[in-house]
């Protein structure tokens, strides 16, 4: 019997609503809703100007939990805050530092993270508009609000925490109708959190690729994919005398300062829209089917987001790889096929245990091959980006009319170990120039084209042909920069009226 | 063709000559984490059989946690280490740096408590050259020239290849024939060279049988005794297991931002760990047993490209030193470290809690092979932890993944196939 029907990933259950040891009272409401409805939004950079009236504006203001809301409210607002924004607001070292050491370093704190996370050349922190040196923020005001709704609601909270805060800067959005700005329809996969906590906490084989990501990926305080609790800050109780934070699940009588709470990765990414549409126009010599088809392959889908992989498949997110192990009907490294080869814990074959022994021990040649990419469910984004600019539409873009404008996405993503997320995908599946055998190119989209370590090149593109040798693009152009970036804690809602209390 | 060998120069460091031995290390790299292959003390770059080479100071802070076994910390020395991997015998390796980097190497070992100033330099290294306890090579048989001549080819040909779709089995073959043509002409013209794989030596071949012989016989004799002991060791083992205590507080920050500025700076990275083996007899005997079956299956099962499901070691090995009361690891990996890590954990945990599990501090595992390395962020900690900063490495051919080398190899071994058949001539051209 074969293990997996090649091209469908395990059914998941049915999305359910959080189980009752899950308080969504106490979760900011962006780690369950993308807040689609809210269709404007503006993202807030702060500095602390006053310390005890920024705590004082965090420790009263309203912040949307998880819990449902019917009908959805006319805006929603959330808190994330930096580790410098921690030390800031007065929090006692010993408690920041309890926090995980990507976090404590911030994005742009050191070389070596620039040179894993590919912020180099013109991307290099120091061109940053924020996140760097003087220009980190200390924390984050999202605000989401229905149409019509933002401005007044804005300025109202400009105003709010002026006293405590000082603005570094305003992150604009664009709604472009859920297309990200070189046109292709976005935030199709995503994770779906297993809220009503029905994958055991356990450490067991995972012999399908599933979306059902365990909360405790996403969420500090919850179990995670290997059934264990990711490092956080845990306090004596004596430290909050309040009681105002919930009790740590697996620490019994400790207080938990990061259940509920998620690690917020902002980037701010250029979009060179003239430029991506004219090189894609280059290389199809001016045809435009053909300049379609290789857009759809850098992408792995095509622009109103049907997976190349599988034309037919009904449904966006759900398939998986598997019957197209050589990339001839998607590329290898395709952008989508990169950021999540939807692969399960080994290589697929027959269910026996015999058949997996061998696995196991690396013994079937042809399943080591199909088993240079790391298991995929333990590096899972949960994405909650918003565009910014004017929309350049494919006629402008190919005019070259739009060359200067700034326009981009505001990416972002929660996880729960910065490390093992988020920068091992941007590392070793978007930056890397070895990612599933290929070399000589990184990621088609997000790539920086710089010389890679050893002084491998990165700017090409393969397409594997059924026949012959791969179809290669050299010489891609970089089409995003990286404008600014931080990591931040987006935490429990009690957390945070903790953190304000401290 | 020509097996692999290695060697590992362990001596200890001369009272307060740290400071000046990392100063005059330090002279040998590009950047931090890289050595200038052409640099003026050791020029690595000139010895075509060297694969990889590294020195490090074998300075353990965590020497200490050995208390927590009830052991009295013993006063052990901080080690200067100069390891490398060869094409050919290690000596005849060394005897080439010495006579080509003498003087320089001299200097370097003058920071050495024992070193004698008058004394024969090879000799000396060579009585310094531990014995290693496991061994391990992901290709044995590649050399160095094989690697580089190989390369060239893949640039050419990849170059040269006409990348239109294939129609028919005559088209390809047509299209191969022609790239062979054009190799022959790059050979005869000085541009590209396929040197022929030497005679596998005798004397290794021999070494090998003969192993491999007493390895079987051994193991059938003591099977029995083990089958008939298991009980008593599956027993003495959870008792140990429950017992022996977990050793993983964060590592330093300090620490953790020295070794990652000396990563990523190529395709590959080096990885140098220290640890002090558990205390008592039962853990002696399983961690020598260990590693005497790594070393067995490495240099009899696992010469081909893997280990187990890790596909991404190009070279690794198990050292024991102080008599036995500290491991060194060393190895050579394609990848970032938490890839590499993650490698660990999720293809190999089994293999990495047999052996290290018989170390101080391990997170805990159950029957020798569950848990440990699988409780994720107890196994990161106790491994960067445990990790020393390797002040130079120097690697041959950078730029190079085991992927590209095993790829490169499959496309000279396509070019001097004889008598392909359709399907293997399409399958060569889709590796260009």
């Known amino acids: ?502 | 063709m020509t097996p692999q060998s290695q060697f590992t120069v362990v001596a200890p460091i001369g009272k307060d000559r740290e400071p000046a031995l990392r100063q005059l290390l330090a002279t040998m790299n590009k950047v931090p984490g890289v050595a200038d292959p052409n640099n003026a003390s050791v020029p690595f770059g000139e010895f075509e059989n060297l694969h990889f080479a590294r020195f490090a100071l074998l300075d353990d802070p965590t020497q200490g946690d050995i208390e927590a076994y009830g052991v009295r910390r013993p006063e052990l020395p901080s080690y200067l280490a100069f390891l490398g991997d060869c094409d050919g015998p290690s000596r005849e390796c060394l005897v080439e740096i010495v006579r080509r980097a003498g003087p320089a190497l001299r200097e370097i070992f003058r920071h050495c408590a024992d070193f004698e100033a008058d004394g024969d330099l090879l000799s000396w290294m060579m009585a310094h050259d531990l014995p290693v306890a496991a061994n391990y090579v992901n290709w044995v048989g590649r050399t160095v020239v094989q690697i580089k001549e190989e390369r060239a080819l893949q640039r050419a040909l990849a170059a040269k290849v006409d990348r239109s779709a294939v129609t028919s089995g005559a088209a390809a073959r047509q299209r191969r024939s022609e790239l062979i043509a054009f190799v022959r002409e790059e050979i005869a013209a000085g541009r590209l060279s396929l040197t022929p794989p030497s005679a596998t030596p005798l004397g290794w071949r021999l070494a090998k049988m003969t192993n491999l012989a007493a390895g079987v016989v051994i193991t059938l004799i003591a099977l029995p005794v083990l089958l008939l002991i298991s009980p008593l060791v599956l027993v003495a083992l959870r008792f140990h297991e429950d017992r022996d205590p977990e050793i993983c507080p964060r590592p330093d920050a300090a620490l953790l931002r020295e070794l990652q500025n000396l990563e990523d700076l190529d395709v590959s990275n080096q990885y140098t760990a220290l640890g002090s083996a558990k205390p008592g007899a039962f853990r002696g005997a399983l961690m020598t047993v260990v590693l005497a079956a790594i070393q067995f299956s490495c240099r009899h099962v696992f010469t081909r490209g893997f280990l187990a499901r890790v596909q991404s070691i190009h070279f690794a090995r198990w050292v024991s030193i102080d008599d036995r009361q500290r491991v060194m690891f060393v190895s050579n990996y394609d990848g970032g470290h938490q890839a590499y890590m993650d490698d660990f954990i999720n293809k190999a945990a089994f293999g990495l809690n047999v052996v290290f599990s018989n170390g101080v501090g391990w997170p805990h595992t159950e029957w020798l092979i569950t848990k440990g390395s699988r409780r994720e962020h107890y196994f990161k900690y106790f491994q960067r932890r445990h990790q020393l900063p390797t002040q130079v490495w120097y690697k041959a051919y950078p730029g190079l993944t085991l992927i590209d080398l095993s790829r490169n190899a499959r496309i000279r071994e396509g070019l001097e196939m004889a008598n392909p058949s359709d399907a293997e001539v399409l399958a060569w051209l889709k590796l260009l």
């Open chain 1, 1 to 502: 019997m074969a293990e997996a029907p090649m091209n469908a990933p395990a059914p998941g259950p049915k999305p359910a609503g959080p189980a009752s040891g899950v308080d969504a009272g106490d979760i900011q409401g962006l780690v369950r809703f993308g807040f689609k409805h809210h269709t404007e939004a503006v993202f807030l950079l702060l500095r602390v100007r006053d310390a005890a009236a920024a705590r004082a504006w965090l420790a009263g203001v309203p912040v949307t939990s998880a819990v449902d809301a019917n009908p959805v409210p006319d805006s929603a607002l959330q808190i994330a805050v930096t580790s410098e924004g921690l030390h800031a607001l007065g929090v006692s070292a010993d408690i920041v530092g309890a926090f995980s050491q990507e976090f404590l370093d911030g994005m742009a704190g050191d070389p070596s993270r620039a040179r894993r996370l590919g912020d180099e050349g013109p991307s290099d922190p120091k061109y940053w508009i924020w996140g760097s040196g003087e220009r980190v923020p200390h924390c984050a005001v999202l605000l989401y609000a229905l149409p019509g709704c933002l401005e007044a609601r804005r300025l109202a909270i400009e105003a709010q925490c002026a006293a405590g805060f000082e603005l570094l800067e305003r992150l604009g959005t664009t709604d472009m109708g859920g297309k990200e700005p070189f046109g292709f329809a976005d935030g199709i996969s995503q994770p779906q959190l297993d809220w009503g906590l029905t994958r055991p906490a356990s450490d067991r084989m995972q012999y399908q690729y599933t979306n059902l990501s365990c909360l405790g990926e996403f969420l500090l305080g919850y179990p995670n994919e290997y059934g264990l609790y990711t490092p956080r800050p845990l306090l004596e109780p004596s430290r909050d005398a309040g009681g105002l934070l919930p009790r740590a699940p697996e620490v019994p009588g400790c207080s938990d300062l990061g259940r509920n709470g998620s690690y917020l990765v902002v980037r701010q990414l250029r979009q060179d829209v003239s430029g991506f549409w004219r090189a894609l126009d280059r290389y199809a010599a001016g045809d435009a089917a053909e300049r379609e088809r290789l857009a759809a392959a850098m992408v792995g889908r095509t622009r109103p987001g049907q997976p190349i992989v599988d034309p037919s498949a009904t449904t966006l997110n759900d398939f998986t790889y598997g019957a197209d192990p050589d990339g001839v009907r998607c590329p290898l490294g395709a952008h989508i096929r990169r950021t999540n080869p939807r692969n399960a814990d080994l290589p697929d074959g027959p269910s026996g245990i015999l058949s997996r022994l061998i696995r196991i021990l690396g013994f079937d040649a042809a399943a080591r091959g199909r088993d240079l990419v790391s298991s995929t469910r333990y590096h899972r984004l949960l994405r909650r980006g918003r565009e910014y600019g004017t929309a350049v539409s494919l006629d402008q873009a190919l005019g070259g009319a739009a060359a200067a404008t700034d326009v981009g996405l505001h990416f972002m993503c929660l996880n729960a170990n910065n490390q093992r997320q988020f920068e091992f995908v941007q590392n070793a599946w978007i930056v890397g120039n070895r990612f599933n055998g290929l070399h000589d190119e990184s990621d088609p989209l997000l790539g920086n084209r710089r010389a890679g370590p050893g002084g491998t090149p990165s700017d090409g593109f393969s397409m594997p042909q059924s026949g012959g040798p791969a179809r290669r693009l050299s010489a891609v152009p970089q089409f995003v920069t990286v404008a600014g970036g931080a990591y931040f804690f987006l935490p429990g809602i009690r957390a945070l009226r903790f953190l304000a209390s401290a």
